[in-house]
């Protein structure tokens, strides 16, 4: 198979990972990659926020050479298009190619780097091998510094993980479903407490990385972009409140950088999946919300709970929880802090920030509020400046009608979704 | 011209220049003229008639080592306010005025007169800048690179060709430098016809001929082709959203991208 049709079919096959986007890296250029780099002079560097070369018709940015180094897989999720039972033509590409496509599309300034992963096309180690050694190639053998990113194959030995975090900038292993009872049902041959584990092995990895840096010992830094995730959204009943409570421990306990959300893509006729597609919408809100827990400190159990467990698809999360917390409100913008600023609808980290530059320069007026990047059709209801109160009518109380166009709601928001599993708790046991 | 005009040769030390003059006596003009951009005479009351004397249309004023001190000067007393006049030197549009009244504040105030949002000079001046740094970031992504024959070094040079709105080149410069490493490239602004090569670890510029014989045609591969395919097989139909496409990759670029040009 020729070069270009093997490109097309492995790029295809890896498009769904969306865990992916950044290639930012704190990594120094030229710092020693492990035993010694005798390659050429190098080529490329890490920069600290990622590069965008390209959008893709749906406006999502292109930064990496994202590929799979192999698309036979003997796993069958049933979600996945590269399932053993589907019926698409399989490829496999060489180190070698992979090394050349790398170098020549960066040196062009078509990416800042390499994104790889594969499907299980022999025994994990085997495949976590290939993975490792085409990074290897290109950081000692051709001295490349641009980014690399790498899949942990799952039950992965720990000593390939090791090696493979000498190499690569970031390494991601995919939950894909929060529940064991989901993974369960459509993915039997993952298992997500070894997931978990790998997880918690490069936490550490590269904690101790840190740690032994600090105090002068000379370690070459593991996995300097840190870890991330993907959950897939809308292929099992899970709700909003599992996913992210679940995405909020991963930032919590085992530090990692992102956690990305999928919404689920109709393409196998399975039983065991919804036949529709997920809505984008909740993908856009789960966004916000993660923004939310990131950000703008909140935390997962104020924006969602039992009796309301998903995200409202009329209104962004902090709109919600703001309407839900009347006594919060309003917020004197004179003399309110940079969290509770946080707080309001229509103000974000950049407003808040200019305010409080704003306040120490001189007084503010009211006018003067859009230009600091407030959204003033949120944000009125919710401030008074020196007093006075901003919404137009005096008064006025918000609501859901003047913050959104939408009708009024009395049930519970659900994304349509009707049947839940049994033992709703979160099953992973989080050592 | 009333006496609130001063004047500069439209080189960077030339309004560096000009922005120390603010930032130590604290005024500022109500408007600056960018000598390069009209040629001055002598009844229209110069504050440098000095200055006017020396500058035909085109050379500096402050040249070579006077406006290396004038630059290290301004980056000595305040890297933000450097920052400030490097993009605002860069920028089509005239915020001359916003930056030295921005230097007049700094020094009354310091830090703060950069936080002040409620002065509308100063939001002015932040916007343009903005729209400077934007382009320049998207630079950093959009270029595209291909090798062509370099005689001067006898072999390759990997060259872009770039229509930025803004003379952006001097910052694209040092971040490819960085990129390339040791490899030869050169980033060709074609509206302002100019380009800037890498020899060794400086940059160059090139005008006319010199410009011209980095623009030969590209060596024979494959690469741009695959990269096409590549781009191609990453689409995902059931999520097209073509407007937020263009609106964080605007069509003015695409004629200069591979995997776009088609469209373009």
Redesign the interface.
Known sequence: MELGEKLEILAAGARYDASCASSGSSRASGSSRASGSSGPAGLGRGVPAGVCHSFTGDGRCVSLLKLLYSNVCRYDCAYCLNRASSDIVRASFSAEELVRLTLSFYKRNYIEGLFLSSGLFSDPDAVMAKLVEVARLLREREGFQGYIHLKVIPYASEKLIQRAGLYADRLSANIELPTSSSLGLLAPQKSGREILGAMRFIGEEGAERREDSRHGLKAPAFAPAGQSTQLIVGASPDDDRLLLGLAERLYGRYGLRRVYYSAYSAVAADPRLPAASAPLLREHRLYQADWLLRFYGFRAEELLDEERPNLDPDLDPKSAWALAHPEFFPLELSTADYGQLLRVPGLGVTSAKRILGARRAGRLRPEDLPRLGLVMRRARYFLTLYGGSLSSVAGAEPSRALLRDGAGRTEAPSWGLKARLPGTQLEFAFP | MSAGTWAYDGSLPGLAALVLRSLESGEAPEAVLDAALKRPSAEEGWLWPEAAARVPLGEGALSGREGEAALDALLGASRRLYAATLRAWMSEESVETELLGLAADFRA?GE???????RPSL?RLAEALRRVNWEVHKL????????RPDPASGGER?V?LLEPDHDVLPCLGPY?L??????PFALVDLRRAYALASVGEELELREGKDLEALMRPETE???????R??????????????R??R???PRRYWAQ????AEKA
Request: charged content about 30%.
């Open positions: 105030r703060l007169a950069f936080a002040d949002y409620g939001r950093e992504g959009f270029a595209r690179f291909s090798p990997y872009a490819f960085r990129r390339f490493g040791r490899s591969g494959e690469e741009a082709e695959l990269w395919r590549y781009f191609r097989a990453t689409e995902n139909p059931a999520r097209a959203h073509p937020l496409q609106a964080l990759m991208m591979v995997e776009m």
